[in-house]
């Protein structure tokens, strides 16, 4: 469900996709320098757009620099990073924590239980400091692989699940945005839900994984699928709209009005090209 929140940087300017691959490689150092070389693992571009979305709402003071990494030893990167980097990071090795613990449940994997094992630490901090986020990710994804696990068909139940997940974790401080952080959150992991499912069911369906649409296999699903998301990105943005946002707004409506829908345009274009 992650991996839809990323930019279409071929409609941003040189000096905006600076910016926002600066915002991601100050969430990895972030990860690296709080959490250990093993929060890493966890990175993507999705808490990327939690910071750009909080940094534009609260303006905190930020750091900035250039360094070598692992993934680029020769020459350095930008990167920017504030409170609301480590806040995104943090929320991030929790996901990942939560989601190896899942995943060693659910299917006995030694590599999520070896990943769970080096998250453990951290996130036994992460979730002293941040009770109210980590206890939302663990009662959702536990809710979420019952849901699996029952084999339910009702995409509604389990896209409402994570989308309370989502909408705990876009709150940072209970404050007068925190009823807007907090509703378009939620409609947003709803819609990121369905996105993954519609996205993944042909794959789903012929390894025979769990997917609330399997009964739709084999039918007529752009424009079920495209009418369902759009209905409920328009409820985000009307969320989204609310909230005073100036720096980065650009690239954060990138990410809502482009980028989003980059995975799904790709999958099914592809996939009416071969039937054609």
Not at 16 to 21: C, N, Q, S
Not at 30 to 44: I, K
Not at 85 to 111: H, P
Not at 196 to 223: I, Q
Request: with cysteine; net charge negative.
């Amino acid at each position: 469900m992650f991996g839809f929140l990323t930019a279409r940087t071929d409609l941003l300017d040189e000096d905006r996709t600076a910016r926002y691959k600066a915002c991601y490689c100050g969430l990895c150092r972030s990860l690296r320098s709080r959490r250990g070389p093993a929060a890493g693992l966890t990175l993507n571009y999705d808490m990327s757009f939690l910071v750009l979305l909080l940094s534009s709402l609260y303006e905190p003071e930020e750091a900035l620099g250039k360094d070598p990494c692992l993934v680029h030893p020769f020459d350095g990167r930008d990167w920017f990073s504030s409170e609301i980097t480590d806040y995104a990071a943090d929320m991030n090795v929790a996901l990942g924590y939560y989601k190896c613990l899942d995943n060693w449940q659910d299917d006995g994997s030694l590599l999520s239980a070896a990943e769970a094992g080096l998250l453990k630490h951290a996130c036994g901090e992460i979730a002293q400091a941040y009770p109210r986020q980590c206890g939302a990710i663990e009662e959702s994804i536990r809710a979420l692989a019952q849901i699996e696990q029952d084999k339910r068909e009702s995409p509604d139940e389990a896209a409402a699940s994570f989308g309370s997940l989502m909408g705990e974790l876009f709150v940072l401080h209970e404050d007068r945005w925190s009823a807007s952080l907090r509703a378009m959150g939620d409609v947003l992991g709803r819609f990121l839900y369905i996105m993954d499912a519609a996205v993944d069911l042909d794959g789903d369906t012929f390894r025979n994984c769990y997917n609330p649409f399997r009964r739709r296999y084999g039918l007529e699903n752009e424009r079920y699928f495209r009418d369902i998301l759009q209905m409920l990105l328009g409820e985000c943005l009307r969320h989204y709209d609310r909230l005073p946002l100036v720096r980065d707004k650009d690239i954060l409506d990138n990410i809502l009005c482009a980028g989003v829908w980059a995975q799904f345009d790709k999958r099914y274009s592809i996939k009416q090209a071969k039937e054609n």
